[in-house]
């Protein structure tokens, strides 16, 4: 009777490689919710450490049964490890249709990224929270690189309608601007950094949020807001005009929200854009 492990057993039949009878492509197939840790270059430079959830995935031929999940894993552990994360993912998408065997790539990557910022007055400096998301993709050629930068920036709105109609006072709160921008990878252009978009997307706001306020800073913020009141439609307008202009974007989609201080519900508001056409439908 011979061992589970014998060196003479017969070898496991690789059922992903078998033939499938229905002939049909898949578009992308793979991992998801893969936590991994990576390091992200900063602008300065520098590596900053993160924990990244990871959607991976190839295009699957209609010659094949399944794709093989634990290549996916394989090559995120020894990126973790070996390389680090920029706006550039081309080579790691051509090392995975190289690896798999795939007409096509795909890798998503959601973290959360942290910016040093200064208070408006004392200047003291710590570190704020960012949600991004790195989604890249690759085609047959290198000419079918698209690479899309994520980012939510924590604001804040003080409403117009309450400032005209109030003796004193107006109601404010926290917002947030989402803006994933589609840069074009095949035109030379200067780097969008993480660092560039949040700083934009601030300027949009009746005022930044910050990690550290000592009284003068709030002081300073509090006075902000109130000379500078903003609908979600007026973050917006000022988002959709910036991106319009922001060197390397070749389409956008935005989102703002107020999580409404005296309302029940929150204010909400979408965009897309595509090489300046406004796209219709927008579905969240």
Request: proline share 5%; with cysteine; hydrophobic share 40%.
């Amino acid at each position: 009777m011979k061992n589970a492990g014998s060196q003479n057993a017969n070898p496991l039949l690789d059922v992903q490689n078998l033939q499938d009878h229905r002939e049909i492509d898949l578009q992308r197939v793979g991992v998801s919710r893969v936590m991994v840790p990576m390091n992200v270059v900063q602008k300065n430079g520098n590596l900053q450490p993160v924990t990244a959830k990871a959607t991976m995935s190839v295009g699957l031929g209609k010659a094949y049964k399944g794709t093989h999940m634990s290549r996916f894993i394989s090559q995120l552990t020894e990126w973790s490890k070996d390389k680090h994360l920029s706006l550039d993912l081309q080579d790691f998408l051509a090392e995975a249709k190289e690896r798999l065997k795939a007409p096509s790539a795909q890798i998503q990557l959601d973290f959360q990224y942290f910016i040093d910022k200064k208070a408006p007055v004392t200047g003291i400096s710590a570190p704020m929270a960012y949600a991004c998301r790195f989604d890249a993709s690759l085609g047959a050629t290198a000419t079918d690189y698209d690479f899309m930068l994520g980012v939510t920036a924590p604001i804040s709105t003080l409403c117009p309608c309450s400032k005209a109609i109030s003796d004193y006072g107006a109601h404010n709160q926290r917002a947030e601007i989402r803006a994933e921008v589609l840069i074009d990878t095949q035109t030379p252009h200067p780097m969008i950094w993480i660092e560039d978009l949040v700083e934009a997307l601030d300027t949009c706001a009746s005022c930044p949020v910050f990690p550290f306020l000592k009284r003068e800073d709030e002081k300073w913020v509090t006075e902000r807001q109130y000379d500078n009141p903003k609908f979600v439609e007026d973050v917006m307008r000022d988002a959709i005009a910036l991106l319009r202009e922001f060197p390397g974007v070749k389409s956008f989609n935005l989102e703002v929200e107020a999580l409404e201080s005296i309302h029940g519900h929150n204010a909400w508001c979408a965009h897309q854009e595509e090489n300046g056409a406004r796209q219709e439908n927008f579905v969240r």
